[in-house]
């Protein structure tokens, strides 16, 4: 860890016991960091090097899933799903707001076989990035950020495919969601890693809310004598 | 081979650098301990991490690998503590019948039957961070807990008074736990209209509250009148209300959100001496009759500087596996008994795995238990387990309540007694193990101690009656309407993805072939309809092939009789063939002759077939693996109950189409719309 981050991350740690607001951008005081994710050096399909930790995750909201180029099973149908969720995000997409698709085939898939799955799945766009790097690497972030301490399950590496990994590194939340949930689900959760929202923000989403349920009640005629 | 093996890369990160950062991170931990030891804080004896102004500083997590074996503790030094009743408490702004939104009540459907079931009792449960501690060698934990306490207050209330429950979300706004700070409160498993029943999709925010209205009225209100109003065979005695969060449940229940509701009536008042229609169980709360609220936990290493024995969490991972039992929030706690019956309610509060007890005397051999109630409910005929009962053990499924007693006149003073854990691993305890309590019982396997001190002050309450209650008739099939089918079924690489999925089927076209799509659970996506004043026949299934993956697979709103339990002889990933279906003997407290269930133990090519009815109220409602890894990864659906015909129509016609849109068969024959 690099002194300057150290004393980024002394700072936001008060003695008075109430977490700073986090700050997109500042790691979390508890955030695990590299000792967690690894500081791994990866490759992305533009062919760049950059550290695991350090340059995607380290204080910023992920979105993470695993595949690789020549899968025909899952990571087709997820990717779609995953183009749906980034159309919807467009917004924050590269800004406040970055995916990773990171190949479980590292051998087969170099930087030029991701571009083209990206570019075959229209998924070449602003904040996606698609990774690859040392076989040793990738198996140890698969186990690391995928693993679900079930031998079964983690020894396989398709078994994975499904999962979308949600991180916000500024506020130390990390949750996970199947992709192939309905859209309104992946979003929701997505949403549960946005930073912390003023009382005005909920109270207004809450509002939202209600209008939401009164409405279904009227479309069914469902209660309407309670 | 082309990639990043071609290109010259980056020398990889030495040791050097590696142990710099490590050198880093304990520096950091030092440093931020300090921070704590300086700032104001309430003193005692040991370093408090509650802070004056009440504020609980969060847990700094120990790393996940390699996983840390929990911290040695002394067997038998803490007494089983009892949780605090509730009090009732008056709500500023008073509950309203439609969400009170300006104020910050989470959005809703208005409350049903609420002019019917004024609420006469209210109280507030606050879910907020606080800290806990585990055993006395062990430095407090940090929880989530209601009113910061676990377990949360007990709450005691009686059939025929209505009460409300105000569950406020002061969750901590940002923290370093695996908590998911959105809540929503299922009190399980009342009877109560959908929108106090803690849908999972009905989560809210940080700063709002929610008020759940119970009736606290039997099950069957239309059809029964008088005081209390409903079929008072339909009693429920110990439920327990917990964080619903969808896909976030494992996670909340693990730092503690939950406790126990108890409900008292004529039939069990809590009192012991004889008035009408008592059976007289043992009765007095926290004397004689004593909530057993278990869960398992593993613990990080105690951090002296912190001044804590943090919970072993892992961010982002399933609840992690286990190696301390605790019981009303302690590790092997001691209870002092006298020579006499208690009631003890087992609870099991998960989050993952089942337990399997027996109870043995100080020589070791196994003495009896008596089974008086299962998942709240009286059974008709009680049931002994003993080293001669079939079973020998008492399964408590993750969810599931069991109610025995047992009677201490048969050991004698300074004697000691231990329930015993037979199935998981048994727990750590210290290095070297410490010499069995008992012959043939290891003392990791061991949950508590029953101290026999004396004979008792309090007279004994009279024998267990051989009938506790008489059961409502298994409500009659529905003529011309097949059973429905929900299956449970594990799909490892599928296409739609590598998870705990739940299907839902007619069975007349799918007897064996269960080939209707398994979807993650949406709270949007409505399975199935049901009628408000209807029965059904359901079956449950679980097409696990390999182990024996036992899902609990729980209904809401409804107690349900289990008609028949097979297994498959020729064991089968898609589905059973008719002729393959073994019955299965199924224990007393199980059996729809004698048994109320609402949670449904289904074991790997097991098929139960129960019957349902659907009273009172409507709305959204689940069916699920209550095993919460699993209904976290979805293994849940939404079913409605509905209030008209047309309704009904509308609801089916629109499954019918959403299945008919993503290929599969419609559920619902042409007879069956309504």
Known sequence: ?226 | MSGPQDKKRKPKKTKAEFELSRRTMLKLTAAAGAGTVLSPMILTSRKSTVLADGTVTEPFLCPATPVPQSPPHTPFVDDLPIPSPAFPQLLSPAPTEAANIANGEAARDPHQRWAEFTPAVTYQLEAKAGTHQFHRDYLPSYIWGFNGQYPAPTILNAYGIPSLVRFKNSLPTTTSSFGTNTTTVHLHNGHTGSESDGFAGDFFATGLFKDNHYANAYAGIDAFGGFPKGDSREGQYTMWFHDHMMAETANNNYLGMNGAYFLYDDKCPPWEFNTPGSIRLPAYFGVTDIPLVLAFKRFCATDTVRGRTEMFQVVNAAAPGTDKFTVNGKIQPKLSVRRRKYRFRLINTGVVLNWNFSLHGPDGAQKTMTVVAADGNLLRTPADVSATSIPNTLEVHVASRMDVVIDFSQFSVGQSVYLKENTQTAQFVATPTPPDPAPGVPIGTVVMRFDVVGNTIIPDSPPIPSTLTELPPIPPAAPGVDPFEWGFRFIPGQADGNNFRVSHSAVAENNANHTATFLPFDPFRVDHAVLKGSTEEWIIRNDTLAGNWLHPVHIHLEEGRILERTVCTVPSATGCLPANRTPVTMPPWEDGNNARRDVYPVPGQHRLRIRLAFRDFVGRYLIHCHNMNHEDAFMMVRWDVVESMAELRKRREQINAERVARGDAPLYRKEDLG
């Open chain 1, 1 to 226: 860890m690099k002194r300057r981050a150290f004393f980024a991350k002394l700072a936001i740690d008060k003695p008075s016991g109430e977490l700073r607001a986090p700050v997109q951008g500042v790691p979390h005081v508890a955030s695990p960091g590299p000792m967690f994710f690894t500081n791994a050096l990866l490759r992305t399909h533009e062919n760049k090097e950059v550290r695991f930790y350090d340059d995607l995750i380290s204080g910023k909201q992920v979105l993470m899933n695993l595949m690789y180029a020549t899968c025909e099973g899952a990571c087709p149908l997820v990717t779609s799903n995953l183009v749906k969720v980034h159309e919807a995000l467009k917004a924050r997409m590269g800004k406040d707001l970055f995916m990773y698709s990171m190949t479980v085939k590292p051998e087969e898939d170099d930087p030029a076989a991701l571009k083209s799955f990206a570019q075959m799945h229209r998924a070449l766009r602003p904040g996606w990035t698609f990774l690859t790097g040392d076989p040793y690497d990738i198996e140890t972030i698969r186990f690391k950020l995928f693993g679900m301490n079930h031998i079964a399950i983690d020894t396989n590496i398709y078994g994975h495919t499904s999962f979308l990994l949600i991180f916000n590194d500024a506020t130390n939340r990390a949750l996970h969601v199947d992709p192939m949930a309905s859209m309104s689900t992946v979003l929701r959760k997505i949403s549960w890693a946005d930073p912390p929202k003023t009382r005005e923000q909920i109270m207004e989403e809450n509002r939202k809310l209600q209008e939401q349920i009164d409405k279904e009640r009227r479309m069914f005629g469902y209660r309407m004598n309670a």
